[in-house]
């Protein structure tokens, strides 16, 4: 028999985080600061409507691009919190979380041979998702010393004629990273000068802590090649709920819209009026999260520098990246044992680029007490392997 799949998803390795927790799913007693899932219930008042909106027998399909009134909703916080200006008719849609958003904005924009930049370490997506469109990635590395920002030398030095799209992941998964003012002035001329449309991952847009997030796309010349995408699942505590939104020039957004309403037809009906009560009533949520996850953070970092891990402070998400190169480890090689060793959970830098050897991702989107718990064992674990490496 010929071989019954295509020989580039065969290629395609499988998420590094998936295959590293289906380990953790077998064992006893693990303390696990691996998943990228808020803790937090989704708030009541979000629940009450996806349950009104059952009741009252809503289970039809929406319009493909998504509910008018939550394209609204998205339209008007979009431009109070981040002064981003979309008309919700022609520039919004509606997706089955930011993933599938990142998908077909890829398949939308990207032709065979074309180059995508993708800063890493990052979300693990972007990568296969070039690969799936045949397109050639092109991997930026970030640094630890740059706090892992991409800078406008590195993006310059990437550049060529086949570059078309740069994926921008601030504030970025894994590292917590964030771009300043500042930092995205530096690269705004050089992707216009270049030509380069940008896909723009701000999922994280809410979870910043050293001030307001700033999009890329508020720029003056950069909403007519940025598309942004963002969603529910981070922000309120919607992961389960699958639902995100794509914001885009309308002609990007329209061919966009032709693959989603092919591949999907809509998002799901219930999480759409669910996430209009978000964004109308939400915001006080979103900073008793924000506050919580801020706590946590300074929690945190501290901890692993008393315990002897460098770590530079991130100020976006809820990851910290901390580097274990001085035990002498892979960061594959640290992850295993600290599992097999002291059971808790972390996930190698690696599953996020090659660069990321010699770092963990360590969430914390879990509570103070399974933090504690956790890095009581792991300060167990540092201590026991420094000595024996030094």
């Not at 819209?257 to 799901?268: D, E, T, V």
Request: charged content about 25%; hydrophobic content about 40%.
């Amino acid at each position: 028999m010929r071989n019954p799949v295509s020989n580039i998803i065969e290629e395609i390795q499988p998420s590094g985080i998936r295959k590293f927790f289906d380990v953790v799913s077998e064992m006893e007693d693990v303390v696990s600061l691996g998943v990228g899932e808020p803790d937090f219930d989704t708030p009541w008042h979000i629940r009450e409507e996806g349950i009104y909106s059952l009741e009252q027998g809503r289970t039809f399909y929406t319009s493909n691009a998504g509910l008018k009134e939550l394209k609204e909703e998205i339209s008007y916080y979009l431009e109070r919190r981040f002064d981003l200006h979309y008309n919700p008719k022609e520039e919004i849609m509606v997706t089955v979380g930011g993933s599938e958003a990142i998908d077909i904005a890829m398949r939308a924009m990207v032709d065979p041979g074309d180059e995508v930049l993708i800063p890493q370490p990052c979300f693990v997506s972007y990568l296969p998702c070039a690969q799936l469109v045949h397109a050639k990635p092109v991997i930026i590395e970030l640094k630890e010393e740059n706090q892992f920002k991409l800078t406008r030398q590195e993006l310059f030095d990437a550049i060529t004629e086949k570059t078309k799209v740069l994926v921008f992941p601030f504030p970025n998964n894994p590292t917590g990273s964030v771009m300043s003012y500042e930092d995205l002035k530096d690269l705004v001329d050089i992707i216009i000068e270049k030509d380069l449309y940008v896909i723009s991952d701000e999922i994280y847009a809410e979870l910043t802590y050293s001030g307001n997030h700033i999009s890329i796309a508020s720029f003056p010349g950069m909403k007519e090649r940025t598309v942004v995408i963002n969603g529910f699942s981070k922000t309120y505590a919607m992961t389960g709920w699958r639902l995100g939104y794509a914001c885009a020039p309308e002609r990007i957004l329209k061919q966009m819209l032709k693959i989603h309403q092919f591949a999907i037809m809509c998002a799901p009906t219930t999480s759409q009026y669910a996430a209009i009560e978000a964004l109308r009533s939400g915001d006080s949520d979103v900073e008793l999260m924000r506050e919580t996850y801020d706590q946590r953070r300074r929690f945190l970092i501290q901890a692993l520098r008393d315990m002897g891990l460098e770590c530079f402070e991130p100020f976006g998400a809820f990851y910290v990246f901390p580097s274990i190169k001085k035990l002498g480890m892979t960061s594959d090689e640290f992850a295993e044992r600290l599992l097999k060793e002291e059971k808790v959970a972390v996930v190698p830098g690696t599953a996020f680029g090659l660069c990321g050897e010699g770092f963990l991702r360590i969430s914390y989107a879990y509570s103070i007490e399974d933090l504690k718990v956790a890095l009581d064992r792991m300060e167990q674990f540092v201590k026991r392997h420094l000595t024996l490496t030094y």
